[in-house]
């Protein structure tokens, strides 16, 4: 089945600077890439989502890239606000087949 | 307003004990999920139901039982409650073949003494 990795765990930037965690996933017949992003003692929630026939998708300062040869995909967030802090989730699947998340990256954003 | 609600929110009580957590959606989505949440912030599948009908069965323990009385709920019953059992689970819903955002409750925080 479908497994998802993601990298760092923790991540502290400067208020200002760039954030980019990177994700890679084993079934190459994964076309659906969501990321959530999850703040304290909240829910999950969509932040950006690109599809297998896109290598890029942009929106304001969060972008995500995606390289099915490498069946690796990445969020970068720039310029960088405290309100970005918060644990971010990678996932992967088929479309009609369920989400895989992966472990979380836990990004501090510090003034 | 709310698009995806659970209840409770909070849930405290002792090994042994069996409890249901109840969640509601309006979005008018065919699909609906229970997600584990661990201390370590991982977020596990459970089940999910399409249309009323079981589609993802993870390896859970058989003392939680999902049931789906229609497309808009799916309520979560825990049997012979554990200490291993304490987490958040959350609900989440999504259009299964449009999109597939999926939308997550609030969570309902357990915790087994």
Redesign the interface.
Known sequence: GENVEQHPSTLSVQEGDSAVIKCTYSDSASNYFPWYKQELGKRPQLIIDIRSNVGEKKDQRIAVTLNKTAKHFSLHITETQPEDSAVYFCAANRLTDKLIFGTGTRLQVFP | DTAVSQTPKYLVTQMGNDKSIKCEQNLGHDTMYWYKQDS??????MF?YNNKELI?NETVPNRFSPKSPDKAHLNLHINSLELGDSAVY?CASSH??KG????????TRLTVT
């Open positions: 370590k912030k991982f977020l596990k599948i999910s993802i959350f299964l073949n597939h955002e999926q939308y997550f409750g609030p969570g």
